[in-house]
């Protein structure tokens, strides 16, 4: 069972992605905890605050309420959700009251945990996230993120897209999100998309095709495999998402990296308008 552990801070579209998540676990075994941090997007997206990870002595200056009252206004968060399972949730809620995602350095092992945020500012994600002096949220966390879009409203995997470039962890990356697909036999396509399909490329896929085989018998079958040649990525990626029901997109993070000049005229996955699984392992 994976541990989805599911930020908030009290907004509509937290209460919006907890709803997600508790719809998601009907169908997908889930350990769902929540962590409260009250910056985890006033800190991300806000220009006045700046774009440095909050430490405990910037919090506490902040942060007004004592833990009772936030935990008394969580609770009141969870019982006007729509969603069910509220009494799990608040037996597993987590208040974080130093530097953002600080509370994972105690978990001992990440292996089967991925972290759960609502999308942040669609225009300025990739720069906020991605700049070399401001907030590299996947720099400092060694796990996947899944972002779940703003009114994105619950829908069980139809297909997966799984877009490669080719890197080492692509079979542990595929081996987490079969695991994700596979208990409702969710297909997962695994895309390359390139300018121009070559037999370096061909063999490259037939060989991650082959290592996934070899290793992860169980799901193997839920895959497939294609190189696609374009010169327009991200309209690429939005037009297999819409042909082929996709409901779940899987990208690398060191591929989302280098793909940075390429979505930022769009900003991040804005086209996509599903959510984004993005994977990094510790």
Not at 11 to 33: A, N, T
Not at 61 to 73: A, F, G
Not at 221 to 241: C, G, H, M, P, W
Request: a neutral charge.
């Amino acid at each position: 069972m994976k541990k989805a552990i599911v930020y908030i801070d009290l907004s509509e579209r937290s209460k919006q992605v907890l709803e997600y998540v508790m719809h998601l676990r009907r169908f997908i075994p889930l350990e769902v905890h929540l962590v409260y941090n009250i910056n985890i997007y006033e800190y991300a997206i806000s220009s006045g605050l700046g774009m440095g990870i909050p430490y405990a002595d910037t919090l506490d200056t902040i942060l007004l309420d004592d833990r009772n009252e936030i935990k008394q206004k969580i609770h009141r968060f969870i019982e006007e959700s729509s969603c069910w399972g509220k009494t799990e949730l608040k037996e597993n809620l987590k208040i974080e009251t130093g530097e953002l995602f600080g509370s994972l350095k105690n978990v001992k092992s990440l292996r089967h945990n991925f972290v759960i945020i609502p999308e942040l500012d669609k225009e300025n994600f990739v720069d906020q996230f991605f700049g070399m002096d401001k907030f590299e949220v996947l720099d400092y966390l060694n796990i996947p993120l899944l972002m779940v879009p703003n009114d994105y409203h619950f829908n069980i995997f139809k297909s997966i897209l799984f877009l490669t470039d080719f890197h080492k962890d692509d079979l542990d990356a595929i081996r987490f999100v079969s695991r994700l697909a596979l208990p409702i036999k969710a297909p997962i396509r695994v895309i390359h998309i390139t300018p121009k399909k070559d037999l370096i490329l061909l063999e490259k896929m037939r060989q991650l095709k082959n290592n996934v085989e070899t290793n992860l018998r169980t799901h193997a079958a839920l895959l497939s495999y294609e190189i696609i040649e374009s010169n327009k990525f991200a309209q690429s990626v939005d037009r297999i998402t819409h042909d082929k029901e996709v409901s779940l997109l899987v990208i690398q993070a060191i591929l989302l990296k280098s793909c940075k000049e390429k979505l930022s005229d769009l900003g991040v996955l804005k086209f996509a308008k599903l959510p984004v699984l993005i994977f990094k392992k510790d």
